[in-house]
C-alpha cells in the first residue's frame, strides 16, 4: 500500500526535513516487506490565497484515485500506536492500494473535505504546527511498520 502525505505548504531545509525524511526512509526499509510503502510527501501550496477551500481543491488534485483518506484534525479520533498500525495492516489486507493522509494549513483543514475523509486522527487535544505534525506522522507511520514487524522499537 502506497503512502501519501499531502501537506499544505512548502517545507525548506532544516532540521524537520532531516527528521521527516529520516523516518521516511526507516518506514520504507521496514515496510517494504510487509507491502508498506513507499511513503512520500506532496506539498501544495494554495499561491492565489483561496483559504481552506482553496487548500482543499489543490489536496483533492493530489488525492490518488481511490485512497483510503485519513485528515489530521485535532477533533479527529485518538489512537494508540498499537492500534494505528492494525488500521494500516487492516487497510493493506484489504486490498487498498493508496493511503493518503492529509495535513492542513495554519487554519486547519477544510469542513467539506473532512467530512469526506475515512478517518479523522488527533495526536492529541492540543493544536500542534501543521510542519510539527509531519515529522509526528513519519515517526508514528515507522513506529507501524516496526509494530508489525515485530521489530523492538516499539515498547510498551
Not at 525548506?12 to 510503502?37: H, N, S, V
Not at 484515485?65 to 487497510?91: H, I, M, N, Y
Amino acid at each position: 500500500m502506497r503512502v501519501h502525505i499531502i501537506a499544505v505548504g512548502r517545507l525548506r531545509a532544516g532540521p524537520q526535513k532531516d527528521l521527516i525524511d529520516d523516518y521516511l526512509q526507516r518506514f520504507d526499509r521496514t515496510g517494504r516487506a510487509l507491502g508498506l510503502g513507499p511513503a512520500r510527501v506532496v506539498e501544495v501550496d494554495d499561491r492565489k490565497g483561496g483559504g481552506m477551500a482553496g487548500e482543499a481543491a489543490l489536496i483533492r488534485r493530489a488525492l490518488p484515485v481511490g485512497a483510503v483518506l485519513v485528515a489530521l484534525d485535532e477533533r479527529g479520533k485518538l489512537e494508540t500506536s498499537p492500534a494505528f498500525a492494525q488500521r494500516l495492516a487492516g487497510w493493506r489486507d484489504a486490498g487498498r492500494g493508496d493511503l493518503a493522509l492529509v495535513i492542513g494549513g495554519a487554519d486547519g483543514i477544510d469542513p467539506g473535505l473532512r467530512a469526506e475523509a475515512d478517518l479523522s486522527l488527533s495526536f492529541g487535544k492540543m493544536v500542534w504546527p501543521h510542519m510539527l505534525v509531519r515529522v509526528m506522522l513519519t515517526e508514528q507511520l515507522y513506529r507501524a511498520a516496526s509494530i508489525l514487524a515485530g521489530a523492538p522499537y516499539h515498547r510498551e
